[in-house]
């Protein structure tokens, strides 16, 4: 029996949130578990609305230590300045998620397709090419292995591996290039290292893994990104620290900083 481990629970929980990941965390995930998919037209499409986003919130999102009006904790979201927790309320499919779908993406004929009906609920499609649209606002591909991480948390698989296979079979992501554009199916080296646990972890040590961790420093998260692209920290306490975690990140593509120090140099006059 293998499952996963909090030293990668803690690793899925820094890599997962983003300004703009609720449409790859959540929505698409649910949308796909609901049996949306890729169509030519809104009227092939499934029956669809908040009460099935909200079936997945209570599902893989639901912790303990929530507060009362807002059980679901969104590992989407970055942490406050403060260190806490971002939380959703319990009708987080009927009011943000639904404003995401419609407002940003019907309204402009993109992603999305949606066909009201008088009774029940709407028949909503992905529309072709909708990875590479969704991608133009989410920023780096999520990992597979990230979400599978956070998703099949209880779940007894034999390695990464099978733990990925079984979550894209819960929800196949698969649909339209979206792995490649909005997800990626990259394992980290450093998540084979650090392996599965022998037994599953509880609620409360979920909590502490994600919920109380400490929130990336500012040039951790800047070497946490060095294989996407470089962003200067607002915030650095070590300079020297800083600067050797770009060296190794730049040695690591195969080129070398090189430093350049200028000595005085004297001009003699008619050259």
């Known amino acids: 029996m ?8 803690q690793k899925a929980v820094h890599a997962l949130p983003h300004k703009q990941h609720t449409i790859p965390v959540i929505l698409l995930p649910s949308m796909i578990r609901a049996g949306v998919r890729v169509h030519a037209s809104a009227a092939e499409g499934t029956p669809y609305g908040s009460d099935d986003e909200n079936a997945v919130l209570r599902e893989y999102f639901a912790l303990p230590s929530a ?3 807002k059980p679901f904790l969104a590992v989407w979201q970055p942490k406050a300045k403060t260190g806490e927790s971002a939380w ?3 009708d987080y499919g009927g009011s943000t998620l639904q404003a995401i779908r419609t407002n940003r993406w019907v309204k402009r004929e993109k992603v999305f397709w949606q066909q009201k009906r008088e009774k029940g609920k709407d028949l909503w499609g992905l529309r072709p090419n909708c990875g ?5 606002e989410t920023g780096p591909p ?5 979400l599978a991480i956070w998703y099949g948390r209880e779940w007894d698989v034999s ?3 099978d733990l990925c296979a079984r979550f894209l079979q819960t929800f196949p992501l698969g649909e339209d290039n979206l792995i490649g554009s909005v997800y990626s199916d990259d394992v980290p080296d450093e998540y084979r290292t650090i392996g599965l646990a022998d037994a599953p972890m509880s609620q409360e040590d979920v909590v502490t893994v994600a919920v109380t961790y400490p929130p990336p420093t500012p040039e951790s998260a800047i070497a946490d ?3 996407d692209q470089v962003d200067l920290p607002r915030a650095v306490d070590s ?3 800083l600067i050797e975690r770009i060296e190794h990140g730049v040695a690591a593509t195969g080129f070398q900083i090189g430093y350049f120090c200028p000595s005085p140099v004297s001009v003699k006059s008619g050259h």
């Open 67 to 69: 507060p009362a009006d």
């Open 142 to 146: 999520v990992r597979i292995v990230d």
């Open 88 to 90: 959703v309320n319990a």
């Open 225 to 227: 990104q060095l294989d």
């Open 159 to 161: 390695d990464l591996d």
């Open 239 to 241: 300079v020297a620290s």
């Open 132 to 136: 590479p649209d969704v991608k133009e």
């Open 2 to 9: 293998s499952f996963v481990s909090p030293p990668l629970l």
